[in-house]
């Protein structure tokens, strides 16, 4: 057996590309197979850059959470569709604010699930739960979401990066009110999606999605800012910046840590989101 094939869990499928492993190693990752490389090279290939969309949406994600826990002052966490394990996961950037922050993750693939479990159960305000976010009902009832979260205080939950894998055909801003409705006033909801800005401008991330298609997942879906907007039902959107009233921009604009020095390329900005709180 090769040291690639040594760690592979129950239920794990190597011959399609899976969007968590796809993931993992545009983020520089090691859970990650041949079909997973190829289908991110392929798609770098079509739209130079595409693989730095997954970097500029950990980046956010990393500064919304420090945001929460450091300013907004929350304290417990449901992240969906939260991947595979990372370098600055979600427990350890708020941990180190708050050390008392409770944390639960929920995804679907089953790689994300067994890494998971291994390094998150075995610390007590950490928790892994394999589900399914596009059914909020199994997930807001599930007994260590009841039993690790308290629902009448205020909750982050996150979509970071998880909608635009959803097909068409859900009733993705009937999902969102249903989630966002179990939340008490205070919460926050923190959501990043794929963008299709139209026209020539979008021709690049349209290009991705067939590359995607090409190798079997279809899985990535840029939609309009319209469409995205609707996944905030009821929401105050937080300002993206100090001369920025709007709060659903281009991750890039989205409170930076600094000054980029260098220019992003186009395909970069194809991902949108804010944080949303719930008054
Ligand atoms: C692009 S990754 C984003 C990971 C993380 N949220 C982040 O922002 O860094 C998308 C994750 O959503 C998970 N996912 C997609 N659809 C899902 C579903 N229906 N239920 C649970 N997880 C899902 C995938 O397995 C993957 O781990």
Known sequence: MSDEQSWIPPRVDVTVPSVARCYDFALGGKDNFDVDRAAVAAANAVAPEASELAKVNRSWHIRATRFLAEHAGITQYLDLGAGLPTAENTHEVVRRINGSAHVVYVDNDPAAAAHGRVLLDDHHLTRYVEGDLT?????????????????????????????????DDL?????????????????????????????????????????????????????????????????????????SADGLVPLLDWWPDGPLLTEPGPVQRCIIGAVGVKR
């Open 135 to 167: 059914e909020p009902d199994e997930i807001l009832d599930h007994p260590v979401v009841l039993g690790h979260l308290d629902f009448t205080r205020p909750i982050a939950l996150y979509q970071s990066a998880t909608m635009h894998h959803q097909p």
């Open 171 to 243: 009733d993705l801003p009937g999902i969102m009110r249903r989630y966002v409705d179990a939340l008490p006033a205070g919460s926050y909801v923190v959501l990043s999606h794929f963008w299709d800005p139209g026209g020539e401008a979008g021709a690049p991330v349209r290009r991705i999605r067939e590359s995607m298609l090409a190798h079997g997942l279809d899985a990535d879906h840029f939609r309009s800012r319209e469409q995205i907007e609707r996944l905030f039902p009821g929401l105050e959107l937080v300002p993206s910046g100090p001369n």
